[in-house]
């Protein structure tokens, strides 16, 4: 059975960092293709960043630069770095990946950019 938890969210100020953790379990991170997605209130939940399995990585407009996917494959773990951090970026943050027709999702972590 696949599982995917995040950690790591909080309240943080304009301007600082967080790093967001996703745990994997019954699928290996190292062959996956991991996303990370955010749903801020009120809206549609908007992709955020991607790694391969052969460490390709790709980022949406909004974040590029700021933000960086890595994979830790002896923990099958995902990170989310997130620095510059805007009023914007506040919303729930979410692991995904696909396996087969099956589309996994992890139950989120909030993230609040706030002064």
């Known amino acids: 059975q696949v599982q995917l938890v995040e950690s790591g969210g909080g309240l943080v100020q304009p301007g600082g960092s967080l790093r967001l953790s996703c745990a994997a379990s019954?699928?290996?991170?190292?062959?996956?293709?991991m996303n990370w997605y955010r749903q801020a209130p009120g809206k549609q939940r908007e992709y955020v960043a991607l790694?391969?399995?052969?460490?390709?990585?790709n980022y949406a407009d909004s974040v590029q630069g700021r933000f960086t996917i890595s994979r830790d494959n002896a923990k099958n773990a995902v990170y989310l770095q997130m620095n510059s951090l805007k009023p914007e970026d506040t919303a729930v943050y979410y692991c995904?990946?696909?396996?087969?027709?099956?589309?996994?999702w992890g139950q989120g972590t909030q993230v609040t950019v706030s002064s």
């Open positions: 790694i391969t399995s052969i460490g390709n990585t």
């Open positions: 019954g699928l290996s991170v190292r062959i996956s293709v």
């Open positions: 995904n990946t696909k396996s087969g027709i099956h589309n996994y």
